[in-house]
């Protein structure tokens, strides 16, 4: 079978309010079945588009399921139902391109690259060199907001020298992701090689900042607290700095702006 993470695919989400209880299934990951009481139904999958035609009928047939396993559901089955037809005539589909799965087929969070570019503004469109540019500024986005976050903790906590490193390693983030955009953006056939070899040294050098920053507030004996708080702030700059280098990466493999 060919392997779907290397095609044009379709994001569809399906949402459901359940009064009861909910059956929380992940299509193809795996996990197992849990039931939960008010949660909240979704599925979320991503398909090649020719295959929209069979995903609906499986849907169908998942709600019959799932009806069949919670009887509770029965009430909601019309309104599920009706959110998958919407979908399939109005084409209420969340696209991504090809450019944009042969981009990501060699990052590490595969899923959440595809996803966190395929919604960033002028994706769709781009080409290799412009989906770089849009995923080096996506990390540069959220490294600031983080880098706030981090001089508010260490105002509040003047005695932890430990968040004073933690502020010059975003300091540094923030910087190389700034040099690395401006140089893909000035990219061309004569700099192409160097520019992009210093933008993947850049990118390399700062994708483990945000695990330096952690272990050092773990030496640091700090609350656990604390710790778990700024984890919780880095770990998407982490994880987009981490699909910026395999973007890159990939523009390198395939040698042309």
Known sequence: MEDLEHRSRTRVTIRSDVKQKRADESYNTGR?????ERPRIQIELYIVPEARETLIEHLVQSVISIEQLIPSMASYRS??????MFLAIHGGWAQTSDTISNACSNALYTHFCVSSLSKASGALEA???QLSVIAVRLSSEVAKPVSRF??????????VSALEDCSDLLKDTREQLHDSQSELKQLSNVNFMEYVEDVLTRLSGVETNQDTCLSGLKESNVPATLVSSVKDNTDNLTMLISDALAVVSTLRQQGHI
């Open 79 to 84: 309104g599920l139902l009706c959110a998958i």
């Open 150 to 159: 981090i001089e508010k903790l260490k105002k509040r906590n003047p005695n």
């Open 127 to 129: 080409d290799l060199t």
């Open 32 to 36: 197992a079945l849990h039931i939960k």
